[in-house]
Nanobody, 123 residues
Framework: QVQLVESGGGLVQAGGSLRLSCAASGRTFSDYAMGWFRQAPGQGREFVTAISGSGGLIYYADSVKGRFTISRDNAKNTVYLQMNSLIPGDTASYYC????????????????WGQGTQVAVSS
């Protein structure tokens, strides 16, 4: 089992920045690819970004490319999502997920999920 706990969400004005964190426990963190997903009210879950266990492979959804940056610190068992140039369309609950390989995350799935953190962007 892997336990995931997100933090860092909040309310920000358009053009602002937020940094989300996801702390993992329970298994060897570097064995897992990590990803971020989001779900806006009334909409389905959307893939945002994913990073391989070593950090060597990174993928982004087109909607966040150039604005969001995923990173991980395997010594701290934490994955981060730096979100810049936020727009109201980024408003959603953000979830981190873990999977054995990054392709699983890119396909929209995950083996383990956090409870989510809310991000609201005002215009």
């Amino acid at each position: 089992q892997v336990q995931l706990v997100e933090s860092g969400g909040g309310l920000v004005q358009a053009g602002g920045s937020l940094r989300l964190s996801c702390a993992a426990s329970g298994r060897t963190f570097s064995d897992y690819a990590m990803g971020w997903f989001r779900q806006a009210p009334g909409q389905g879950r959307e893939f945002v970004t994913a990073i391989s266990g070593s950090g060597g492979l990174i993928y982004y959804a087109d909607s966040v490319k150039g604005r969001f940056t995923i990173s991980r610190d395997n010594a701290k068992n934490t994955v981060y999502l730096q979100m810049n140039s936020l727009i109201p369309g980024d408003t959603a609950s953000y979830y981190c997920a873990a999977a054995n390989v990054v392709s699983i995350l890119r396909a929209g799935s995950g083996s383990y999920w956090g409870q989510g953190t809310q991000v609201a962007v005002s215009s």
